[in-house]
């Protein structure tokens, strides 16, 4: 995608300010999804590896009507929420004095926004556990839409290490699917029934199933029946 910045330079009593140095700087960044009435709701998404943006500088001179109008292409990423984007303009003026203006523009890479409802932290393990889910707009109206649902059950090994004749014990983490569907998410949300098997950690995850990115929540499951095989 493309963004096009257009900036308007004028003198102090109102001509144009005609053929004067612009430059243009856009940083962007990522930005949180919320809605009215869903401020319980987990709408953050979660990548396998982390996110990162380079700053893009155009620059320009300013015509006889004292417009330049520039262009940045818009990183290729999809499916990762909301992107703000800060454009920085500077105007030089006759004596290379820069004149600063700020603005901001909302980046969408997505058209539906997956949500995954409250959890307790802690929750008895081998009983009925019910969390909510729900898909909206980027206004915050209720969608209906397809998605997929994976819960994960997490568990952390000590391992011994040897490294150039040391030796120590670290922590690995290890990720088992326990359930794994696809579901249709429809304009009242979609609740996900769930009974933990045995203590310990797990997570909620839903996606659109396009990629691997995905929103989250996490909770542990504890009981005293089976404390002995988390």
């Not at 703000?84 to 901001?104: A, K, M």
């Not at 397809?146 to 030796?167: C, D, F, M, P, Q």
């Not at 120590?168 to 569907?181: D, F, L, M, P």
């Not at 098997?197 to 542990?220: A, C, D, L, W």
């Amino acid at each position: 995608d493309i963004l096009k910045a257009t900036v308007t330079a004028t003198n102090l009593f109102g001509p144009p300010a005609t053929n004067r140095k612009t430059e243009n700087e856009l940083r962007i960044s990522r930005k949180l999804f919320s809605a009215k009435g869903y401020n319980n709701y987990n709408f953050n998404i979660t990548t396998p590896t982390e996110i990162y943006f380079e700053n893009s500088v155009n620059e320009g001179i300013t015509d006889a009507s004292g417009k330049n109008e520039q262009t940045f292409t818009l990183p290729e990423f999809s499916n990762i929420g909301l992107l703000n984007g800060r454009l920085f303009t500077t105007v030089f003026d006759e004596t290379g004095r820069p004149v600063n203006r700020y603005s901001e523009v909302e980046i969408q890479t997505q058209q539906t926004f997956l949500g995954i409802g409250p959890v307790s932290g802690w929750v008895p393990s081998n009983k009925p556990l019910t969390v909510n889910t729900i898909a909206l707009s980027r206004a915050g109206q209720k969608v209906s839409g397809k998605a997929r649902l994976e819960i994960i059950s997490i568990r952390w090994e000590t391992v011994l290490e040897r490294n150039y004749g040391t030796t120590s014990y670290r922590s690995q983490r290890k990720e088992k699917s326990v359930v794994t569907r696809d579901i249709n998410i429809g304009s009242n949300g979609y609740a996900v029934q769930f009974t933990p098997p045995v203590s310990g950690e797990y997570e909620i995850r839903i996606s659109n199933g396009e990629t691997s990115n995905y929103v989250m929540q996490s909770f542990y499951a504890y009981g005293w029946a089976d404390a002995g095989m988390s």
